[in-house]
């Protein structure tokens, strides 16, 4: 007689899974990680648009010196640029300061300019900049020949040591008004040959 033998089937286990939440720190130092790695990405896509066609944001007048001449340097051109690749310098004007200056004549006479003088062009001879465009550039002198005369020479012939600095004046960008800034300071380098302009770096 053959026995049935009977097969139970075996019980499913029923499992639950457990999710653990991360602490509250954990979390935000995930989110200011991708905060972080976002904001080196847009950084990163700037500076390569900056580089390439310039910052596109409002910047202030840029000025470098001219190649120096084997005339007066004080009739040398600075190059005045605007760098920002998407805002115009609309009614730009421009004020030389002389920082110092001194002028010696032909019998040892001295006149000295001192922080406190700007010289600008008079309204008929003004330089007249409606709209500097983005990324271009133009050229102004500072016009000191025929403004200031020692021992009856013309200053701009007899200069021994001079420091410049260029004051802006142009509509604002961005709000209403008008915005001013002052360009770093040059100095007259009279050792070399020609004389020329460099970027004057205070002693410390």
């Known amino acids: 007689m053959r026995q049935s033998s009977k097969r139970g089937n075996p019980r ?9 939440l991360d602490p509250p720190q954990k979390q935000w130092r995930r989110r200011l990680l991708n905060t972080a790695k976002w904001t ?3 950084f990163t896509v700037v500076a390569f648009v900056s580089g390439v066609w310039g910052p596109p944001w409002p910047t202030e007048p840029s000025f470098s010196p001219n ?5 007066s340097a004080l009739d040398v051109p600075f190059i005045v640029e605007n760098k920002s690749s998407l805002f115009a310098l609309s ?8 920082v110092s200056l001194v002028a010696r004549g032909p019998t040892g006479a001295e006149i000295t300019i001192g922080d ?9 001879r003004a330089m007249v900049i409606n709209a500097l465009p983005p990324m271009t550039s133009t050229s102004f002198s500072c016009p000191i020949r025929g403004a200031i005369v020692v021992d009856g020479k013309d200053a701009a012939d007899r200069t021994i040591k001079a420091r410049l600095s260029f004051i802006s004046e142009y509509d604002s960008r961005l709000f209403w008004g008008r915005s001013r800034t002052e360009s770093g ?3 007259l ?11 004057w770096v205070p002693i410390k």
């Open 12 to 20: 499913r286990k029923s499992t639950v899974r457990q999710v653990q």
């Open 40 to 42: 080196g990405a847009v």
């Open 67 to 71: 190649t120096a001449s084997f005339g």
């Open 91 to 98: 009614n730009l004007r421009i004020i030389c300061h002389p």
């Open 116 to 124: 406190n003088v700007t010289i600008g062009p008079p309204p008929a």
């Open 185 to 187: 300071v040059f100095s």
């Open 189 to 199: 380098d009279t050792a070399t040959i020609p004389q020329q302009w460099v970027p």
